[in-house]
C-alpha cells in the first residue's frame, strides 16, 4: 500500500496550489479520502473529506470557499486545490484513506505528507 503526496512547495500569500495523492496496493474506489494537515506545534487538523463515488465532500470551516478536494478513480489519484492561501495555511499536508470494516473496525493507509509553506 502506498499513498504519494506531491505538489507542495513555497508560495506567497494569495497564491494557489495543487496537491496531489497517487495510491496504489488497495481499492481506492472504496475509500473515503482526506486530507489533513499538521503545522509545528499543534495537532492534526482535517482539512477536507470526500466519498469514495465524489459525490459529497466537507471541509474544515478554516478552509471552505477556499480549497477544493477532488478526485479520480480511474487514476487512482485525490488532489487538493488550494486558493488564495494564507501563512497560517503553512503546514504539512497528509493524505489519508480510510475505510469502515465489519465489527467496527477502521483500516487507515497514511502517506509520507508534502511541505506547504506560505509566506512572502
Known amino acids: 500500500v502506498q499513498l504519494v503526496e506531491s505538489g507542495g512547495g513555497l508560495v506567497q500569500p494569495g497564491g494557489s496550489l495543487r496537491l496531489s495523492c497517487a495510491a496504489s496496493?488497495?481499492?481506492?474506489?472504496?475509500?473515503?479520502m482526506n486530507w489533513y494537515r499538521q503545522a509545528p506545534g499543534k495537532e492534526r487538523e482535517l482539512v477536507a473529506i470526500?466519498?469514495?463515488?465524489?459525490?459529497?465532500?466537507n471541509y474544515a470551516d478554516s478552509v471552505k470557499g477556499r480549497f477544493t478536494i477532488s478526485r479520480a478513480n480511474a487514476k487512482k489519484t485525490v488532489y487538493l486545490q488550494m486558493n488564495s492561501l494564507k501563512p497560517e495555511d503553512t503546514a504539512v499536508y497528509l493524505c489519508n484513506a480510510r475505510a469502515w470494516l465489519q465489527y467496527g473496525r477502521v483500516q487507515d493507509y497514511w502517506g509520507q505528507g508534502t511541505q506547504v509553506t506560505v509566506s512572502s
Open positions: 470526500i466519498t469514495p463515488d465524489g459525490g459529497s465532500t
Open positions: 496496493g488497495f481499492t481506492f474506489s472504496s475509500y473515503v
